[in-house]
């Protein structure tokens, strides 16, 4: 027990540490000169207090993230169309992208990313299921950095959305899990990136954290979010309408 309040306190300097002096940023504008005042002015902030920020929200006793981040862009072909991705410690930005889409999600697609850069998982013989990965990178973007924005509301009438969708819908599961399940002294989804990171995570991880298995979690979720029967229009009341039957409510088609 002591032993584990040492390294838990010892966690708590480092990353107290860390975000004080914050980490090292390399910005390369090189192939994108349009985008460098956008990137010093309204992306650098962004970074300076998020990156350290998101290394806290996922620290983890004994971890150290990455103290050195590097951005650069490059063109669409490539970045094979894909807006951004991360190796290791260098968030790649695809120019054209970010050029046509800076007054929208640009910013919360770096956030989103520097999630991975500070997930660090490692490519192990148990790599952590994709849509963990992901989903806990678009929770901290939707739910933590941009909440007002309300960008992650799972389509609930299509029957194929599930808790493992990934990306924006698994987020929405795990704010869901976080609201009603959370509380304790560790966030749940701090607990899931660790179980990932530390090549452990199974199915197992749900019924740990909530006491349910992630089917009913993921049934439970849904139907927290299903939209109540739509009400047929009622007709104006006559004599007949009075000793008519109450009128079934319509079931709800997904
Ligand atoms: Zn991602």
Redesign the pocket.
């Given at each position: 027990m002591k032993k584990l309040t040492t390294a838990f306190l010892a966690a708590a300097a480092m990353t107290l540490g860390f975000a004080a002096r914050g980490a090292v940023y390399h910005f390369d504008t090189s192939g994108a000169p349009k985008l460098a005042a956008w990137t010093d002015t309204k992306l650098r902030p962004v970074v300076e207090q998020w990156y350290p920020r998101i290394c806290s929200l996922l620290q983890e006793p004994g971890f150290k993230p990455p103290e050195e981040v590097k951005f650069c862009y490059r063109e669409d072909r490539q970045m094979r169309g894909i807006p951004a991705?991360?190796m290791g410690n260098a968030i790649w930005l695809n120019r054209q992208w970010f050029e046509g889409n800076l007054e929208g999600e640009a910013i919360g697609c770096v956030v989103?990313?520097m999630?991975?850069v500070a997930q660090a998982y490692r490519r192990g013989r148990h790599p952590a299921p994709s849509w963990v990965?992901?989903g806990i990178?678009?929770y901290v973007r939707w739910f933590l950095y941009e909440p007002y924005t309300h960008g992650a509301r799972p389509n609930f009438r299509d029957q194929r959305t599930r808790y493992d969708n990934s990306?924006r819908t698994t987020a929405h599961f795990l704010n869901y899990v976080e609201l009603k399940y959370g509380g304790g002294n560790t966030p749940i989804y701090r607990r899931l990136n660790a179980a990932a990171r530390n090549a452990a995570y199974s199915d197992e991880f749900w019924k740990v954290a909530t006491g349910k298995d992630v089917a009913a979690l993921d049934a439970e979720w849904k139907q927290a979010f299903a939209r109540p029967p739509r009400e047929r229009r009622q007709p104006p009341k006559t004599k007949t309408s009075e000793t008519s039957k109450p009128q079934k409510p319509e079931t709800s088609k997904p």
């Open positions: 991705w991360t989103h990313e999630v991975h990965q992901e990178a678009d990306y």
